[in-house]
């Protein structure tokens, strides 16, 4: 039986600022990567993220990006040194690993978000820094890395525990990144053409780029974004598809 996570990234709101229906993307998805206060979250959206997530048996896995509120870390941060990367992801991961202790939850894996994971991508060194900072906080966590990208190699070359993502509302180019947002059609919204294109990329172990390219890759987790119009409803379709196909959903780090 072939056996699928569902991701999502939550955790996102601010103080009384709203962003998303986590509650109900918590009942459809197997894993959260919480937003660790940089780019989004605060203490008291963290421990209500953990608090839910443990009482619906979702897995959590921190969120780390840019110091950039209001940029809600999609702005590139130039001129950062290895190190300064390195103690960025560890701060907000031993700051998720606190709360979500105090919500009687664990931390099982690390997700870089927007800018970061983008810039990471495509630059090696960045993206060692991001894992030479998971391995030291805690060699056991899962790096959740995009295939075909120094990610994968970084995580690879740190002999870090790895789950390889797919993103079901996110067109690819060629060589396997994703494609700007700044570029039409790089965000998918029609929740059945999602669905479908999901179970195609599950079945086949491969990804199609914008210009048709098949890329053959391994799936361990399925990203559906949470702070997009009509997330739930994607995530609805996506796994009600899965299901029906007889694929397993259930989350990549016990």
Known sequence: MIKVDLNSDLGESFGPWNMGDDAAMLDLVTSANVACGFHA????IMFRTAERAKARGVA?????????????????????TAREIETMVAYQIGALQAVATTAGHRVTHVKAHGALSNMAMTDDGMAASLAR???????????????????????????????????????YEDDGT??????????????????????????EKAIVSVNGRKLPLAIDTVCIHGDSPGAVAMARAVRAKLESAAIAIAPFAA
């Open 60 to 80: 959590i896995g921190a969120h780390p990006g840019f110091h950039d509120l209001q940029g809600f870390g999609r702005r590139p941060i130039q001129g950062l």
């Open 41 to 44: 979250g605060d203490p008291e």
């Open 178 to 203: 994703l494609v700007s947002r700044r570029k039409p059609g790089a965000v998918l919204h029609d929740p059945d053409a999602v669905a479908a294109r999901v179970l195609d990329m599950v079945r």
């Open 133 to 171: 900072a998971i391995r030291a906080v805690d060699p056991s966590l899962t790096f959740v890395v995009i295939p075909l990208t120094a990610l994968e190699r970084a995580g690879e070359a740190a002999n870090l525990k790895l789950a390889r993502e797919i993103y079901a509302d996110r067109a």
